[in-house]
């Protein structure tokens, strides 16, 4: 294990720890030490205290994600169909490593979390902002028999399968925005980017990439350029190991039974959470806005909207409301 990991591990409890202590447990000197802590205080999200004659703490307890418990939570079967669940401290992005198939064994699930990314990847080619530890930044790498095209669904199913997630952990006021953010009070609070490989015909690999917003410094909130939520500003504030192995258990059988069903399980799920189905909106493609009455999910996951008063589906875009009867502007 790094170094600097070892010092912020016994740093996690809030607490001050004096340079002696901290040198005898790594069994290194002070100097060293302090120089791991300069890459500590590197870190966004993180700040360390120094007062002298009490040592060096954080400004905030950290609950890093600890990988046994985190696995204490799949159920036995699911725990059978995963390969590998890796728990990183620093990565550039949790997906980028899932869909580098040299890490695949194959036909296994395989599980990333991280505590970090320094390149996080959003939907759009747009960024995903990272805080040390606050967060969940998780892929999953999954294997199905199925040709690349069906895989389209599996974006809206593992919206559906997350808000509800959500909902079990106590919270409420969320929901959907075509085709999968997660919104509370009219904020982002979860993204989800969908990236897959493999055969035209199948099979193929998904890898399903969730970050979920727990808690936002407010120095790295202001690196978004959108309004964001997290579970912390709904009240909520849970043990994040305990989260992730409930989000792997959910996601892993959220795959199997797509495999087996489809999109069709969960398309009641996804319209019963919508929080846009009536309204005015535009979908903004990379040259054009449509707008229309936002009709709802279609069977196939996309998004309905009826354009001068003919139905139409369509598969891409950013959802928004039009501005007239905008009340949570995304
Ligand atoms: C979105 O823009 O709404 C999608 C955000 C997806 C972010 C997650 S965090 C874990 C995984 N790794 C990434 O680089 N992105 C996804």
């Known amino acids: 294990m790094k170094a600097w990991v070892q010092v912020l591990q016994h740093l996690a409890d809030g607490r001050f720890h004096s340079g002696e202590e901290l040198a005898f447990a790594l069994g290194c000197s002070r100097s060293a030490v302090w120089k791991q802590l300069q890459n500590i205080r590197q870190l966004p999200g993180i700040e360390v205290d120094s007062v002298k004659g009490k040592g060096y703490r954080l400004s905030r307890p950290l609950d890093l994600l600890q990988e046994d418990v985190l696995l204490a939570r799949l159920s036995e079967t699911n725990r059978t169909r995963l390969g590998a669940c890796n728990v990183l401290h ?13 890490l695949q064994r194959s036909g296994q699930a395989m599980a990333w979390f991280a505590e970090l990314q320094t390149a996080g990847r959003g939907r759009r080619g747009r960024p995903w902002v990272s805080s040390f530890g606050d967060n969940i930044y998780f892929s999953l790498a999954y294997r199905f028999d199925l040709a690349m095209g069906q895989l389209a669904g599996l974006s809206v199913a593992t919206g559906a399968v997350l808000v509800q997630l959500l909902r079990e952990y106590g919270l409420t006021g ?6 999968n953010d997660i919104h509370w009070e009219g904020r982002k609070l979860a993204g989800i980017l969908l990236e897959a490989h493999g ?7 998904a890898v399903i990439g969730i970050g979920v917003n727990l808690r936002l410094d407010k120095r790295v909130a202001e690196g ?3 309004p964001c939520a997290t579970l912390e500003d709904a009240g909520l504030l849970i043990d994040r ?3 992730a192995g409930d989000l792997l258990n959910t996601v892993i ?10 999109l069709e399980p969960f398309l009641q799920i996804w319209r019963d959470n919508d929080l846009y189905k009536g309204k005015e909106v535009a979908l903004l493609g990379p040259n054009n806005e449509i707008r229309g ?3 709802g999910l279609a069977d196939n996951g996309g998004l309905s909207l009826s354009v001068n008063g003919v139905s139409k589906t369509y598969f891409a875009g950013e959802l928004s409301l039009r501005p007239t009867d905008e009340v949570d502007r995304v």
């Not at 969320?174 to 085709?179: C, E, N, T, V, Y």
């Not at 055969?199 to 690999?205: I, K, N, Y």
Request: charged share 20%; aromatic share 6%.
């Open 90 to 102: 620093t990565v550039d992005s949790t997906n980028a490593l899932a869909m580098d198939e040299r």
């Open 174 to 179: 969320h929901g959907l925005k075509w085709p």
């Open 199 to 205: 055969e035209t015909d199948g099979p193929s690999t």
């Open 224 to 226: 978004i350029d959108q």
């Open 241 to 243: 190991s305990h989260f």
């Open 253 to 262: 059988s959220m795959c199997e039974q797509y495999q087996g069903n489809g």
């Open 293 to 295: 009455i936002n009709e």
